[in-house]
C-alpha cells in the first residue's frame, strides 16, 4: 500500500524568505502523480503544484518548486520569496497508476510566515 | 470554474441521528470522493464513485455509506451518527481519464464542519 509522510507539522519562515516543506512516499508503481495543495484557513483546497513520475524536470509554479527526488522517494516543495498569503496547511499528495483520481494525501505541515 | 459544492458548512447532529451530507458538482465528472480530515492524519477517502450508481470503498468506509443516483451529486450518509465522527468532511470530483495532460486535477468543495454531540 502506499504510503505518504509528512514529518514537519509545523514550519515558519520569515516574510521575503525561503522555506521547504519535506515530503517522503512509499510505493511500488513506477508511473505516478504528486502533488502538493494548499488549504488557508477558509479551508478550500489548492493545487500549487504537480509533478509526473516520469518527467525527470523539477515542475515549478511561479515561487514554488519541488525537489523530486524518485530513486529516494522524496517530494519536497520550496516556497521562494514567502508571503503574508502563503501561510496555510500544505498536503503533499499521491495519485497512483490507476485511473480513478484517488489520492492519499499526508499529515499536512501548517506553515506560519512571520512578517 | 468548476465548481464543486458542499450543500452545509457547519452542522451540529445529535449522537444517534442520520446525516447527509450533499455534493454537487458542474463539470461532468466522472469521478467523485468523500474524504475525512483531522488534525494530525491529513484527509482520508471514505468512498469514491467512478460512475452513476457505482461505489467503492476508501481506507475509513465503517460507519458510512454514499448514494450517487445522478452524476452531478454524491451524498455522504452517516446512518446513526456518533461523537468519533466529529470531523470536517471534504467533497472532491475529477474526470476521466486520469492521467492526460490537463486531465489530472482534483477539485474539492469547501468542507463541511459536522460536529455530533
Known amino acids: 500500500a502506499q504510503t505518504v509522510t509528512q514529518s514537519q507539522p509545523e514550519m515558519s519562515v520569515q516574510e521575503a524568505e525561503t522555506v521547504t516543506l519535506s515530503c517522503t512516499y512509499d510505493?511500488?508503481?513506477?508511473?505516478?502523480?504528486l502533488f502538493w495543495y494548499k488549504q488557508p484557513p477558509s479551508r478550500q483546497m489548492i493545487l500549487v503544484i504537480r509533478q509526473e513520475a516520469y518527467k525527470q524536470q523539477n515542475a515549478t509554479e511561479n515561487r514554488f518548486s519541488v525537489n523530486f527526488q524518485k530513486a529516494a522517494k522524496s517530494f519536497s516543495l520550496k516556497i521562494s520569496d514567502s508571503q503574508l498569503g502563503d501561510a496555510a496547511m500544505y498536503f503533499c499528495a499521491f495519485h497512483g497508476s490507476s485511473n480513478t483520481g484517488k489520492l492519499i494525501f499526508g499529515q499536512g505541515t501548517t506553515l506560519q510566515v512571520k512578517p | 470554474d468548476v465548481k464543486v459544492t458542499q450543500s452545509s458548512r457547519y452542522l451540529v447532529k445529535r449522537t444517534g441521528e442520520k446525516v447527509f451530507l450533499e455534493c454537487v458538482q458542474d463539470m461532468d465528472h466522472e469521478n467523485m470522493f468523500w474524504y475525512r480530515q483531522d488534525p494530525g492524519l491529513g484527509l482520508r477517502l471514505i468512498y469514491f464513485s467512478y460512475d452513476v450508481k457505482m461505489k467503492e470503498k476508501g481506507d475509513i468506509p465503517e460507519g458510512y455509506s454514499v448514494s450517487r443516483e445522478k452524476k452531478e451529486r454524491f451524498s455522504l450518509i452517516l446512518e446513526s451518527a456518533s461523537t468519533n465522527q466529529t470531523s470536517m468532511y471534504l467533497c472532491?470530483?475529477?474526470?476521466?481519464?486520469?492521467?492526460?495532460?490537463?486531465?489530472?486535477?482534483?477539485?474539492f468543495g469547501e468542507g463541511s464542519w459536522l460536529t455530533v454531540v
Open positions: 472532491a470530483s475529477s474526470s476521466t481519464p486520469w492521467g492526460a495532460e490537463g486531465g489530472n486535477t482534483i477539485y
Open positions: 510505493t511500488s508503481e513506477s508511473d505516478y502523480y
